[in-house]
T-cell receptor
Framework: NAGVTQTPKFQVLKTGQSMTLQCAQD?????MSWYRQDPGMGLRLIHY???????DQGEVPNGYNVSRSTTEDFPLRLLSAAPSQTSVYFC????????????FGSGTRLTVV | DAKTTQPPSMDCAEGRAANLPCNHS???????VYWYRQIHSQGPQYIIH???NNETNEMASLIITEDRKSSTLILPHATLRDTAVYYC????????????FGQGTILTVHP
């Protein structure tokens, strides 16, 4: 049982490049979310999903796309990286129906130069 | 989601109880109170949650006032490894699954 796995752990991008942050969970959780955390700040919700095929926007969705083709995976795509997207990105998952807490991944530290 | 208010920082001596307050005066009837903590730059860790009854697990206790406008997270015997940022979050109902993190409380446990 690996929990929530995020790859890569570190990434440096040039402005304008695109990339996909991977997130996978093996707990059969329906809910999955992406957050970003800027230095000295709390986490902000980017996108979330309540199940395969269903996604919705969070607080700061601009510049990011998501899809949920399977229960296990919830990738986050940066379309055209900007320095303002330099941040630590966390993926999280939780079961639906019962009020459990979210399980978070260890994060991806992204720097856009 | 109801807005929560926490003190920016608190100190605690190792071995003593750490009592972290949270104000959520606008909480609605179907919103739970969740507590998470973030150690250094790791991913947040779920601690405990409750609706209106006090709750206890192996990590902590959660005391919710009868009017549900505030709560206290209690770490009964704080250790140096409990030094972290602690977040209090109110969520539930239609916002279930969408956590809104504030600035949290930086708890520093001293030897």
């Amino acid at each position: 049982n690996a929990g929530v796995t995020q790859t890569p752990k570190f990434q440096v991008l040039k402005t304008g490049q695109s990339m996909t942050l991977q997130c996978a969970q093996d707990m059969n959780h329906e809910y999955m979310s992406w957050y970003r955390q800027d230095p000295g700040m709390g986490l902000r919700l980017i996108h979330y999903s309540v199940g395969a095929g269903i996604t919705d926007q969070g607080e700061v969705p601009n510049g990011y796309n998501v899809s949920r083709s399977t229960t296990e995976d919830f990738p986050l795509r940066l379309l055209s990286a900007a320095p303002s997207q330099t941040s630590v990105y966390f993926c999280a998952s939780t079961p639906v129906g019962l009020h459990y807490g979210y399980t978070f991944g260890s994060g991806t530290r992204l720097t856009v130069v | 989601d109801a807005k929560t208010t926490q003190p920016p920082s608190m100190d605690c001596a190792e071995g003593r109880a750490a009592n972290l307050p949270c104000n959520h005066s606008t909480i609605s009837g179907n919103e739970y109170v969740y507590w998470y903590r973030q150690i250094h730059s790791q991913g947040p860790q779920y601690i405990i949650h409750g609706l209106k009854n006090n709750e206890t697990n192996e990590m902590a206790s959660l005391i919710i006032t009868e009017d549900r406008k505030s709560s206290t997270l209690i770490l009964p015997h704080a250790t140096l490894r409990d030094t972290a940022v602690y977040y209090c979050i109110a969520a539930g109902g239609t916002s279930y699954g969408k956590l809104t993190f504030g600035q949290g409380t930086i708890l520093t446990v001293h030897p």
